[in-house]
């Protein structure tokens, strides 16, 4: 079977396609044959040796895999050989067939397609979780960062749905605005202005966003506290332009900063996180959680979809497919 890896740090092109035994799954884990792969942001950063958790070499990426189960791992109980299923996929998730912890297997209703299912394995969860750690409260007004990203348009549909009152967005190019608009985005801002942070005041009446969602990090964390209402949560949960630091003083405006994880929810409150699951399933497939795909590559042009992202042309979701 063919899989993507890299020897080493650097450029999109560092990716390869090798040919690799099919893996066995080990205990608690089942094989899935692939139907989609998405593709994250935080891979190009691990690519390059970046972020908080670059990997060992040779490494592969990660990625939200969409599939059909080959075969079960000693111990598992929870699905069945032929049940269709999204999971995130740690280590060669870009391939023909991958190794799944069956824990985080999310079982899919008929019909649903694969980029439909593709957020359910974790961006539709980061998006849900960011938005509990933030506790939004209907009526709330919320600034989310990126908005025309992957996690970024379904966490403004998700605000909507647990009744913001407001939803503000910010993108870094006209067509990128037009896109959050198109996902329940009510005004969306250009955070390459200098000028953004007053404009989310200017939208607010001078208060300030109750709540920020924030995976940018970087300068635009920074000047987000300025954005930020008195009692408002910022919540941090990634770093595309570097990892900032939180000035205490900063914070005696009465406002609050927050991180959220993935991994962390699942360490400490699975259950909330499989409960939010299933509200999640239920969005998607009503449609009132809607997934945009910028573009379907075949597993080849690997390089080509971190490229796109790259380029921060792209909006929405980027799959490949074997």
Request: aromatic content about 6%.
């Amino acid at each position: 079977m063919r899989t993507v890896r890299y020897a080493s740090y650097g450029d999109p092109d560092v990716l390869r396609i090798e040919e690799v035994p099919t893996p066995a799954p080990g205990p608690n884990q089942v094989l899935i044959r692939t139907e989609a792969i998405g593709v994250n942001f935080v891979e190009t950063q691990r690519r390059r040796g970046q972020g908080p958790f670059p990997p060992a070499l040779p490494a592969s990426p990660n990625g939200d895999v969409v599939g059909t189960v080959e075969a079960l791992g000693p111990e598992v109980t929870t699905v069945q050989v032929g049940d269709r299923v999204a999971a995130t996929v740690m280590d060669n998730a870009y391939a023909d067939q991958v190794v799944a912890d069956a824990t985080f297997l999310v079982p899919l209703p008929e019909k649903l397609d694969a980029a439909q299912a593709s957020v359910l394995a974790s961006p539709a969860q980061v998006a849900l979780c960011v938005l509990r750690v933030g506790k939004l409260a209907p009526g709330e007004t919320i600034l989310v960062h990126s908005a025309s990203g992957t996690i970024g348009h379904l966490t403004t549909q998700l605000a909507k749905i647990l009744g913001a009152g407001k939803v503000l967005g910010t993108a870094s190019t006209p067509a990128k605005r037009e896109f959050a608009l198109r996902y329940d985005t009510d005004v969306a801002i250009d955070y390459g202005s200098d000028e953004w942070a007053d404009r989310v005041l200017e939208e607010t009446g001078g208060r300030g966003a109750d709540v920020i969602i924030d995976g940018v990090g970087g300068d635009t964390f920074l000047r987000g506290l300025d954005a930020l209402a008195p009692w408002g949560r910022l919540v941090f949960y990634g770093a595309a332009q570097g990892m900032p630091s939180v000035p205490a003083m900063r914070l005696l405006g009465m406002k609050y900063v927050v991180g959220s994880a993935f991994y962390e929810w699942w360490r400490h409150e699975p259950d909330a996180l499989r409960k939010g699951l299933n509200e999640l399933i239920g969005y998607v497939a009503d449609g009132r959680l809607r997934v945009a795909v910028h573009a379907t590559l075949p597993l080849t042009e690997a390089a080509q979809a971190h490229r796109m992202i790259e380029d921060r042309a792209h909006t929405g979701r980027l799959l490949l497919v074997p």
